[in-house]
């Protein structure tokens, strides 16, 4: 299979182009494809000629969406619309992703893949706009594939490195860390993902639409912290703090956990949170 990966630098996009030796895959860096250029990304699409495209940049540094959202745009909505066009003209398929932000947090059960999006920021709202953008311009061509809480091994640059890294580096600097109890999510390992969006491009059964894609399980990021310190058994003490849904003046969804259903159905499912994260402490810290 051809593969057009868009992306290549960021935690999801190194873990496709890891796991996904089998494919012929091309990933040019921005000085070849950037977004902001249509011509640019026509010319690719038209010289390489990929069965699939696969999208994996975007602008996720929710907090700056709300002062960059004509950036934050371009990006998750115009751009993507550009490449679903692009693919749609090439009978190419094309692949994006998108957000558990584009729900608002009402349910405390997880969410389908067909319930009605209500984003409470910027960020989301531009996630939204993205997937009406594909699934409007290549209905037929188009997959979207929502996830939450991304952590790799490529890190996160955007966002000044992913969230565990983060904790990791606060244990060695402090022995308490304050940590939200206030929202619900179901953290993923770009590694599993990763092995999931391939396993699902090469379905037989596959049909255009959106999926959704998440470790299984769910919990709070006081969970999630907690369970990164006694996996690497530091001794650092773990507040939990209740928001309310906010950060700063901005909200977000306190519930957001995505089930995977469509894929399931199909065979693809992915472990449970706290198994993959096990897996990338090990991997990255304890060996």
């Not at 990006?75 to 932000?101: E, H, K, M, P, W």
């Not at 090469?202 to 639409?209: A, Q, T």
Request: net charge neutral.
């Amino acid at each position: 299979m051809k593969i057009l990966l868009i992306g290549k630098t960021g935690q999801l996009g190194g873990d496709i182009l890891m796991n996904g030796a089998k494919h012929e895959i091309y990933a040019p860096g921005r000085d070849v494809l950037d977004l902001a250029s249509n011509d640019g990304m026509e010319k690719v699409i038209k010289d390489f000629k990929p069965s699939v495209v696969i999208n994996t940049a975007a602008f996720h540094n929710v907090p700056l969406c709300e002062d960059e959202w004509n950036k934050a745009f371009q990006i998750n909505c115009v751009a993507v619309g550009n490449l679903a066009i692009a693919c749609r003209q090439s009978d190419a398929l094309f692949v994006t992703f998108s957000s558990d932000y584009v729900f608002g947090g009402e349910k405390r059960t997880p969410y389908l893949e067909d319930e009605k999006p209500a984003p409470l920021q910027m960020y989301g709202i531009t996630r939204v706009a993205g997937e009406f953008a594909a699934m409007s311009s290549a209905p037929a061509n188009s997959i979207v594939i929502r996830t939450c809480g991304l952590y790799g091994l490529s890190g996160a640059a955007s966002k000044g490195g992913n969230f565990v890294d983060k904790r990791v580096h606060d244990a060695k600097s402090s022995s308490k860390v304050e940590m939200g109890c206030d929202q619900i999510v179901a953290p993923t390992s770009s590694g599993d993902l990763s092995k999931a969006v391939l396993q699902l491009i090469e379905h037989p059964r596959l049909k255009v639409g959106i999926y959704h894609l998440v470790n299984d399980g769910e919990c709070s990021w006081y969970e999630f912290t907690k369970a990164i310190y006694e996996t690497m058994k530091y001794n650092v003490e773990v507040v939990p703090v209740d928001r309310g849904g906010m950060s700063g003046d901005m909200r977000r969804p306190r519930y957001s956990v995505l089930a995977n259903t469509k894929a399931r159905e199909m065979g693809i499912t992915l472990p449970g949170w706290r198994d993959a994260l096990e897996r990338y402490l090990q991997f990255k810290y304890l060996t």
